[in-house]
């Protein structure tokens, strides 16, 4: 069962957008839930994750001031709020569930990644 990342788009250098998981079959609602992005010709890389709770929270130093990941259990939703979007966030966004209890930020210790959904920020 996977998670499903939506709410990409085109913006301007400035701009904002929110991204949305939604975990339909609440699948990761006792997991953490990780965003990971791929720019055009790069490796996947960690972005940001949420605990189980919403309490705590890691970001890359890249995004921190910037992005804000939160997450409604009610909606079973994890959201990413991106301000002051740069032109280096341009990639295609995924969501995914911890396999363990602690944030990391390695790919390898997430699952039921989902298709992904695509930010372009021009300048």
């Known amino acids: 069962v996977q998670l499903q990342a939506s709410g990409g788009g085109s913006v301007q250098a400035g701009g904002s957008l929110r991204l949305s998981c939604v975990d339909s079959r609440r699948t990761a609602s006792n997991n953490g839930v990780g965003w990971f992005r791929q720019p055009p010709g790069k490796e996947r890389e960690f972005v940001a994750v949420?605990?189980?709770?919403?309490?705590?929270?890691l970001y890359t130093d890249s995004v921190k001031g910037r992005f804000i990941v939160s997450r409604d259990r009610a909606k079973n939703t994890v959201y990413l709020q991106m301000n002051n979007l740069k032109p280096e966030d341009t990639a295609v966004y995924y969501c995914?569930?911890?396999?363990?209890?602690?944030?990391?930020?390695?790919?390898?210790?997430?699952?039921?990644w989902g298709q992904g959904t695509q930010v372009t920020v021009s300048s």
């Open positions: 995914a569930a911890a396999l363990g209890g602690r944030l990391t930020a390695q790919a390898a210790d997430y699952r039921s």
């Open positions: 949420i605990s189980w709770n919403g309490g705590s929270t």
